[in-house]
C-alpha cells in the first residue's frame, strides 16, 4: 500500500484518551469515536484484526469447530425463556420493531445458539457439537471508557458446545483452553489462565484468559512458585490456623463512642484490626444474609453467591438492616438480633477464642461474644479476599497480585440453557435428556486493543509481526530525489513480488515526520532508503530493539525473513 494515498491520519496529540492503546490507536490513525464507547475501525486497524480472526478461525477449525453467524437483533421472548431479559440489567439494549414487537442486540448469544440447535439437532448420535462466529455485539455500558477495552459495540469471537455428558463437555473444555492458549500466545500476548466466577452468563467451571499490563482492570493472583492464577473474586483462600477454644469470659457490652469503623473500634479498645469483627448485611436473592470476617479482612460477596448458589447479591439497604439488626452501620453484629436471618463466617474467624463485635446499638460493641453461647453462625466458609503473602491453594507457596486485561472467557454451562429453553436430545436409551451446554468467548477487538497496551514504546506501537497491518515499511526519505524514489519504489515491487505486505511511505513529508509516523505505526521491519541509495547502501532498522544495519538493496529481500524472526523475541 502507497502511504500517499492511505487513509492514516496519524495526530500528535490526543484529548482525554487515559489508557495508553487509546491513545495510540488513535494517534496511528487506526480508530475515530463516533459516539462514546462506539468506534469505526481505519484501514489499518482493519488488516490486524482480520490477522487476528484469522488466527482464531484456524485454532476453532483445529478443534473441529464450525462456523456460523448468528442474528445480532433477537427477539426479546428468547431471552424471556432464560429470564436474562430482565436479569441482564441495564447493559442489555433493548428496542422494538414498527409493530411494537420486543426485540435485543445481543450482547451474547446462548439464546440464540440454543433455539437453533434445539430445532436441528436431536439425537445424541450427532454429539459433540462446537459451533462458533465472529460478530458485532452490543452493551449499553454505563461508562464507556479506554478505547475499545470497554465499548458498547465490539467485536467478539463466541463459541458454544453441546453434549451427551460431562464428560464430552469436559474434553472440549480442555481442547478449548488448550485453543485459546494457542491464539494468544500466535497474538504474540503474555498471558495467564485463571479461575473466574461465571457472572451473569451463568454455569460452574470457568477460567478468564488476563492480559498482564500494568494499566489493567483487574487484579489477578498469581504464585510465586508455581502456576496458579486466578481471579481476586475466586481465589481460594487456605485456612492455616486450628480452630480455637471458645473464650470462658463472659460477654460484655462496652461504650465505644464515634467508633463506627473497624479502625475506629481497635484504636479506642487498643487492639490490632485483626482482633476485632467486621459485620456486613447483603440482600441474597432478596434474603438478609449477616457475613463476619476478621476486620482486617475484605469480604467477598462472589463467593457468597457461590456458596448459596445464588443468583444475585447485593448489599442491604438501610430499612432491612433496621429491620433485622435494629441498629445502624457501623456497629452491627449476631447478638440480640430483631429477626432472624443466616448468618455466615469466615474461616479465620474460627481461629478467634471470641469476638469484638457490634452491639446493634450506636456508639457500642460487645467483646468476648462467644459463637454457640452468646450468638450463632450459621455455616463457616471461606467468604474473604485473598491478600498478598497469603499461601498458594496449590502448592503453599506465596502469592503476589498483578493487573490483567480479560481478552477472552471459558466456561462450563451445564444445562443452564438447554433446561430454561426445554432444547433436548434422544440419549442411546430413547430418553430426552437436556444437551450439556459450554461457551467460549474472545474479545476481537479488545485482543487488538491489548496488544497495543502490552507492546510499546515511547514513540508508539510495537506489532507483534503475526498481528501487524504490514510486516515491512519502506520509507523513501526524500522521495523528490530520484534515486531514492526509484531504489524505494524497486525495493516495494520486490518485496510485494515475495508474498510480504508492505507500506511504501511515498509522501511529500519532512523525514522526522515520515520516522516518528514509522515509529508510531510500529511495523516490525523498516527499511529505509535515504541519501546512501546513491552508494548502493540502504538501512534495515527492527522496531522493537532499535537495532539497524545497513546492506545492498538487492540483499533485503533475503534478509527480510531472519529480521521478522528476531521482531518478536
Known sequence: MRQKHALIPTLRTVGEAEMMSHQLLLRAGMIRQLAAGIYS??????????KIEQIVREE????????????????????????????????????????????????????????????????YKKLPLTLYQIQTKFRDER?????????????????????????????TYDKMYQAYVNIFTRCGLDFRAVEADAGAIGGKGTHEFMVLADAGEDTIVICKACDYAANVEMAEVVQQTAKADPDEAQMQKVATPGSATIADVAEFLQ????????????????????????????????????????????????ETIQEFCGGPIGYLGPVGLKKKMKVLADQALLAHSSFIIGANERDYHYVNAVDGRDFQVDQYADLRNIQEGDVCPRCGGEVGFAKGLEVGHIFKLGTRYSDSMKATFLDQNGKTQPFIMGCYGIGISRVLAAIVEQSHDENGIIWPTSVAPFQVHVVAVNSKDEEQLRVAENLYEQLRASGYEVLFDDRAERAGVKFKDADLLGIPVRVVVGT?????????????TGEATECAPEEVVGKVPELLLQTDK
Open 271 to 318: 487492639l490490632p484490626e485483626s482482633q476485632t469483627v467486621k459485620t456486613m448485611v447483603f440482600l441474597v436473592d432478596g434474603e438478609p444474609v449477616m457475613v463476619l470476617v476478621q476486620g482486617d479482612h475484605e469480604v467477598n460477596d462472589v463467593k457468597v453467591k457461590n456458596l448459596l448458589n445464588a443468583s444475585v447479591v447485593e448489599m442491604a439497604d438501610e
Open 143 to 171: 461508562r464507556p471508557r479506554s478505547g475499545l477495552l470497554r465499548g458498547r459495540e465490539f467485536i467478539m469471537k463466541d463459541a458454544y458446545s453441546f453434549h451427551a455428558d460431562r464428560d464430552s463437555l469436559d474434553e
Open 532 to 544: 546512501k541509495a546513491k552508494d548502493g547502501i540502504v538501512e534495515l532498522k527492527i522496531r522493537r
Open 41 to 50: 475501525y481505519l484501514p489499518l486497524a482493519q488488516r490486524s484484526l482480520r
Open 60 to 123: 476453532m477449525d483445529g478443534i473441529e469447530g464450525q462456523e456460523v453467524l448468528l442474528p445480532a437483533m433477537n427477539p426479546a421472548e428468547l431471552w424471556e425463556e432464560t429470564g436474562r431479559y430482565q436479569n441482564y440489567g441495564p447493559e442489555l439494549v433493548k428496542l422494538q420493531d414498527r409493530h411494537g414487537r420486543a426485540f435485543v442486540l445481543g450482547p451474547t448469544h446462548e439464546e440464540t445458539i440454543t433455539d437453533l440447535v434445539r430445532d436441528e439437532w436431536s439425537s
